[in-house]
């Protein structure tokens, strides 16, 4: 039997504001009150259906063609309306079949090779006399190493030493333009009212993925070199006529992987460095089974296997703080869920930060314990879901779980990063969980 959906008991508009005021407070008072999912009437709009249940999340997620991904509006035509984490339907399934192969196999190894040797370049920097004890931001040092990564291996491009730390800055700036607040759940036909900081950083970003495609089509005429990065996939399929690319689909594709390919994973770092130097005991775990397994050597992609503790953290700090908070969906239809019918139209969130904090799924939900993972699987625990679910489920998973566990293996190995108590208090709710400002540390080499 259909049963109705049920509703918060305030009136819509008040749920919509406690939402833009404190998303966090808001998503943990609703999974604590609504065991399957609740949907928030909102003026003058379809409702918002907040998605509790880890089935139905991932029942919703995995039938695109009821719970479509919703078309970027907005601010968010600037920055690559048609790449990968934004289409949907022909153009995302066309897109993926070209792209695929370069995200498994052999390049996961290029990967995790490429963040062993620039984690060890970083240590180098981190270890001169000089920076010994001096404070630095941590997010934006995961920033400059992961998009360092990202480019090399998805783009065969070598950035500089200024491009990194230029890319956080047009980072933050798109991170407050897309900050969650009350205005969020606004009606669709209000004008883009896009700031000009955030104008120039989404410039900024297209420029030099323009760029990058030129050096490369260059590059490929001048030498048959390795083709099997994204870029070159999609250079090569530039001449196949059953591939129907929109405009500017190959810049589009190259700002989304700049994007997709370091945002996340950076962010991920610096939240698992946060909970290790808050947690010094499972820190020196970290650093035992690094001294053993690496035993001084760069990090390669064999060793990863043989880091089952730091994967563990990693998996943990994941759960705790997932760097893409929710995954957004639009009801294509009156869309049968579980015993409910979403409405057409509906706005649908599936908030991996609250299923992942819920009493009913882990013991403890507040506490860091990456021995948890001892006994649950993480690849197959539905309320569990960093990445997603379902045919958009992350692309680059295995490039994150390799390359993070080496690159906090490395760093872990040789220095103790001490983050303030509450340098993770103030995050800004955006399409992923920034710090606000950033994350100031003192990092010092740890005693032999
Ligand atoms: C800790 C790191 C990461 C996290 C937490 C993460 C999270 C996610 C999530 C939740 C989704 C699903 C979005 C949706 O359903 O709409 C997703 C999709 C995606 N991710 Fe990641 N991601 C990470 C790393 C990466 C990396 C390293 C890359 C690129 C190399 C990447 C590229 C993508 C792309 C292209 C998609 C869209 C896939 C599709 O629709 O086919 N991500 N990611």
Known sequence: MQREIPQPPDPGVLN????????????????????????VPLPGRPPLVIVTSPSLAHDALSRPEAFERVPAQGSATRIAENGLVQSEGELWRQQRRIMGSAFTGPRVVRYANTVGERADELAGEWATPVTDGEQRDLHKEM???????AAEV???????????????????????????????????????????????AAG?????????????????????????DMLALLLAAEDDPEVDYRE?????????????????????????????SWNPECRERVR???REVLDGETPRHEHVSQLPYTDRVYREALRLYPPAWAVF?????????????????????VPSWSIQRDGRYFDRPGEFEPDRWERLNPDDYPPYLPFGSGPHKCVGRSFALSGATLALARLVREFDVEVPEDALDDLSVSVTLRPRIGVPVTIRRASE
Request: proline content about 4%; overall charge negative.
């Open 16 to 39: 919509a504001l406690r939402f833009g005021s404190d998303p966090f407070r808001f998503l943990e008072a609703i999974q604590a009150r609504f065991a399957d999912l609740t949907e």
């Open 329 to 349: 969906r639009r009801a294509t239809e009156d869309a049968p869920l579980g015993e409910y019918t979403v409405r057409d139209g509906s706005a649908v969130i």
């Open 248 to 276: 500017n689909q190959i810049r589009d594709e190259v700002a989304t992987f700049l994007i997709a390919g370091h945002e996340t994973t950076a962010l991920s770092l610096t939240y698992t460095l946060a909970l290790l």
């Open 288 to 290: 035992e089974e690094a």
């Open 154 to 200: 998805l783009l065969g491009e070598r950035l500089g030493d200024d491009r990194p730390r230029e890319f956080h800055d047009w980072m933050q700036a798109a991170g407050t333009e897309f900050e969650f607040s009350a205005t969020t759940l606004k009606p669709g036909w209000l004008p883009d009212l896009s700031s000009g900081e955030f104008k120039r």
């Open 143 to 149: 920033t400059a190493l992961t998009i360092r990564v």
């Open 204 to 228: 900024g970003i297209l420029d030099l993925s323009e760029e990058i495609i030129e050096r490369r089509r260059d590059r490929l005429e001048r030498d048959p070199e390795e083709r099997g």
